[in-house]
């Protein structure tokens, strides 16, 4: 039997429904999975078209990025993945999609909370990484965007707010790869809304804190009780 095999496959139907879902287009989705137990990471090849993919040429990766198995590169944006993994030991599965409103959003920044479907996700404002100054690109881009990313996910429960955006797109976690599609989409769909408001009235205020926590509360935190166990909302 191949190598992390179940993995491969895996990552690859999460890549597939990161597309189904239209959460990204051509090759420019990302998702990847661990294998706690042997510290290995399966990512996906990059500029590969998923028509032509197979699990057998994902690449299997360590932590400190070199590739075990494959020979293929594995996708530019893997050492972000990594740095997650390294930091957050209950991550399980990583997704980097760029689905239109949320992409969008994030390059015009800040993403208010304006309806109550947003803070059933996200606990105020939705969470984008910091602006990198002219140097940070200059000197070590890649390094500095991993550094941006992990820190985002340092401030929030990311249990509960498995996201976060950046310029191209947005950066979703879950225990396991069969939530990081789920978690892409929703940011999206709330975005898709948050795009429209302004439409309609450019002067929407964000919610109220009472009504913010009034909603998050109940599906988040020690005390949640919206919900079955083990089911998205």
Excluded: W
């Amino acid at each position: 039997m191949t190598l992390l095999s179940d993995l491969r496959r895996q990552v690859l139907n999460a890549d597939l429904e990161l597309l189904r879902l239209s959460l990204g287009c051509h090759t420019f989705v990302h998702a990847s999975g661990i294998a706690r137990d042997k510290g290995l990471v399966v990512s996906k090849p990059s500029g590969v078209c998923y028509e032509e993919i197979k699990p057998l040429h994902f690449a299997i990766v360590d932590l400190s990025g070199k590739v075990e198995v494959g020979q293929l590169c594995p996708s530019s944006d893997l050492p972000a993945h990594i740095s997650l993994y390294q930091a957050f030991p209950r991550i399980g599965g990583i997704a980097h999609s760029r689905s239109e409103h949320a992409t969008a959003l994030a390059q015009a920044r800040p993403i208010p909370c304006l309806g109550t479907d947003h803070v059933d996700f996200f606990h105020g404002p939705a969470p984008v990484t910091s602006v990198l100054e002219e140097a940070e690109v200059a000197s070590a881009h890649e390094q500095s965007t991993e550094h941006c990313i992990t820190h985002a996910f340092r401030q929030l429960d990311y249990a509960a707010v498995p996201v976060v955006l950046v310029s191209d797109g947005l950066f979703t976690c879950g225990a396991g790869l069969s939530a990081v599609a789920h978690n892409a989409l929703m940011p999206e769909t709330i975005d898709r809304m948050a795009c429209s408001t302004p439409a309609i009235n450019p002067k929407e205020p964000p919610i109220a804190q009472k009504l913010l926590y009034k909603h998050y509360l109940p599906k988040h935190g020690g005390k949640a009780y919206y919900g079955l166990p083990g089911r998205a909302a």
